[in-house]
């Protein structure tokens, strides 16, 4: 199995930038695709951005794109999202998620994948 542990989260004025890591242990981590997902307030989970085994492909919800960077470092097993111009509906709950395949965590993830248990981002007006 893997492990997965998300930290970076917390409060940051709308405008602000905040990056986003999550640590992977317990399996190879550079043989799993690896995303990060989001869950505001009475909301669903939403995809945010996902990432192939060596780097690429990647993959952007439309609300993110041009704002957040989603990266690897699988040397040292570890996912990064680079959030920049940050706005008020960015506020969720970010869980990162591994999965073998690249296609189905990006249309959300199943069963068979490994969740974080999520870090808090809270972006002020």
Known sequence: QVQLVESGGGLVQAGGSLRLSCAASGRTFSSYA????RQAP???RE???TIG????PTYY???VKGRFTISRDNAKNTLYLQMNSLKPEDTAVYYCAASLSLRDLTKGGSSSDYWGQGTQVTVSS
């Open 47 to 49: 995809f945010v951005a």
């Open 53 to 56: 085994w060596s780097g690429v």
């Open 42 to 44: 009475g909301k669903e």
């Open 61 to 63: 919800t439309d609300s």
């Open 34 to 37: 690896m995303g990060w997902f």
